[in-house]
């Protein structure tokens, strides 16, 4: 790839959550004749690491008034990313953010209506907001934000979404709209689609390299970015990346990936279990949509399958006392129950999950409960961990914006699964794709064994089955590099089957340094998991979060970013240097990748 197409690329991947939506600058004086600052440009740049996506995003807003005023940015992060780095401009001089132990700048106004109330909505829990001074009449303010995130990845297909639409709040074109995006594969790219933005030029595709472009003046900003491209891998293989400390320790990022499909013969049998909150707050059209996604998913079984239903709500209504084959009649039989399925007061989660985990007699099937709920009942996920004897995935499904995040999401790490968030627009397509995504187990009981002991703080503790078309993610910390076996071990539909590999933990900083912000952002949100679900918040953990947040200079629940106009920005060994307000390729950086890929 040469540096001429690095300059304009453009990207790709999927998000979670219902943000949407570019930056707005708020002025912070009341007498300021607008509502926000004008967006004169924005320009995005996304590099793309296997399923590890960075974005940056710089923007110019202007001060269309003739005195000056200060004014808040903010921008709506998307669910289960975590800002990296923020940078302003303040007299043509590059600044960046520090983190402080203090709360998030708020937007002028109460909040309580009005334009700040609308933008506190649009930027939801996730997003961040940054107070900046003194910009002066017809003065560009500009701006910078990284952050980081993993992608969705299913049956070899990547999808990314920038959150570009503010046509709520923005109805004239700006004068610049680009992007650049950058994907490394490890696999070879097949295929790959920007369905949102078609006018984009292709610069670069190589067996498993792909550069994108896009440069439109005159933009309405009314539709977000959609990319996505697919890969194809046939094996289960290992990307790996490692990246050493300044002065403490080193990072990496395991990912295990098996193969797109499950060749014939080699898919294990499941024994999955729907449990459907039927509460007060599951009721109308909500409710009739999970039904129907549970009934259309019916189809997806196997005759070696095995399934339950289990409604629930201040009480429990097992369809079968025990879970039975998915025969055509059982099947009938099933949609005739759900039918009768109604809304009722209450929601005992723990209960219907005690339940579920009773009628597991054996791991001779892939266990899986998929949890229809809000995450607001009195389940613990400690105590669910505890009755799960034979490892079932659980994988609770979150609908809307009315949920308590941090109970589904520890629900599913203790328990071998992963949560699934989904707008309430249209949530009966988005559970098929999941059901889809658990329909072909192919290594249960699964285990990875490092061939060192000095690893620690590996996230998260507990290794899933293995699906084909899906993926599996690790992150940790080692003292010092040097090469290591390791390997995978699981039950498969021929026995116990073992996959032997090595990996190398570098002793360079290395152009995959992202590798620091990523188990960063892991042991935050854990943590800070841990503080939500016991609803106090302990001194020692508290410190410990805001010590991470401060190394790493990544948000956390307990800090935020401060322009203190004291700190300069230095550019540290990126493969996008930043001048001017672009970017530009460094000649510092090689392009050759560490990634380990392949059969192990």
């Known amino acids: 790839m040469t540096r001429s197409a690095l300059i304009l690329i453009i990207l790709s991947l999927f998000w979670s959550g219902s943000a949407s939506g570019d930056g707005l600058m708020i002025p912070a004086d009341r007498d300021y004749p607008k509502e926000f600052l004008r967006n004169r440009m924005t320009r995005v740049e996304v590099d793309i690491d296997g399923l590890i996506a960075r974005t940056s995003v710089y923007q110019e807003f202007v001060n269309e008034w003739d005195q000056t005023t200060d004014a808040v940015y903010s921008f709506p992060l998307p669910e289960g990313a975590r800002a990296t780095r923020f940078v302003y401009w303040f007299e043509d001089q590059a600044y960046q953010a520090v983190i402080e132990e203090t709360e998030q700048a708020l937007n002028p106004g109460t909040g309580e209506g009005g334009t700040a109330a609308e933008v506190n909505q649009y930027i939801d829990q996730n997003g961040i907001s940054i107070s900046l001074r003194s910009i002066g009449p017809d003065e560009i303010q500009r701006v910078r934000l990284d952050y980081i995130q993993l992608c969705y990845f299913f049956q070899g297909q990547c999808n990314y979404k920038y959150p570009l639409d503010t046509s709520d709040f923005i109805t004239y074109p700006i004068d610049q709209l680009e ?212 490892r079932a995935g659980i994988f609770p499904v979150g609908i809307g914006d009315q949920l308590f995040r941090p109970r589904l999401e520890t629900m599913a790490a203790l328990n071998y699964g992963f949560v699934t968030y989904i707008d309430d627009e249209d949530p009966g397509e988005e559970i098929v794709k999941l059901f889809r995504k658990l329909s072909q187990p192919v290594l249960t009981n699964t285990a990875i064994e490092y061939g060192r002991a000095d690893l620690w703080d590996i996230l998260p503790r507990k290794v899933p089955t293995i699906y084909a078309g899906s993926y599996f993610f690790a992150t940790g910390s080692y003292p010092a590099p040097g090469s290591t076996n390791f390997n995978i071990s699981g039950l498969s539909t021929e026995g116990i089957k073992i996959f032997d590999g090595q990996l190398d933990f570098t002793s360079r900083r290395s152009r995959h340094r992202f590798v620091h912000s990523l188990w960063a952002k892991e042991t935050i949100d854990d943590i800070e998991r841990q503080m939500a679900l016991s609803g106090e918040v302990d001194p020692l953990l508290k410190r410990h979060v805001v010590a991470l947040s401060k190394a790493y200079n990544l948000r956390s629940r307990f800090t935020a970013y401060v322009a203190d106009y004291q700190t300069l920005y230095i550019p540290e060994e990126e493969l996008f240097e930043f001048s001017d307000g672009g970017f530009f390729a460094s000649s510092e950086v090689g392009l050759e990748p560490t990634a380990v890929s392949g059969p192990v």
């Not at 190589?206 to 009314?222: I, K």
């Not at 099937?365 to 389940?379: Q, V």
């Open 179 to 390: 992007f650049v995006v950058t994907v490394q594969s490890n696999s070879p790219i097949v295929d790959f689609s920007l369905s949102s933005h078609p006018s984009f030029e292709l610069l670069t595709l190589e067996d498993r390299d792909l550069a994108l472009g896009l440069n439109q003046p005159h933009a309405y900003l009314n539709a977000d970015l959609e990319f996505s491209y697919t890969t194809d891998r046939s094996e289960l293989g290992v990307d790996f990346y490692s990246a050493a400390g300044d002065t403490s320790a080193g990072h990496f990022a395991l990912f295990v990936r098996p193969p797109d499909q499950a060749a014939s013969g080699t898919a294990l049998p499941k024994r999955v279990f729907f449990l459907l909150s039927t509460s007060s707050r599951a009721f109308g059209a909500l409710l009739a949509e999970n039904i129907e996604a549970i009934s259309r998913s019916l189809d997806l079984l196997t005759s070696d399958d095995l399934f339950n239903i289990i409604p629930f709500s201040n009480s429990i209504t097992t369809w079968r006392a025990a879970s039975v084959a998915a025969t055509p009649e059982n099947i009938a039989a099933a949609r005739e129950f759900l039918s009768t399925v109604t809304s009722r007061f209450g929601s005992r989660t723990d209960l219907a999950l005690t339940t579920a985990l009773e009628q597991i007699p054996d791991d001779h099937y892939a266990n899986a409960i998929l949890l229809f709920d809000d995450g607001f009942s009195a389940a613990d996920p400690q105590v669910i961990e505890q009755l799960n004897t034979f």
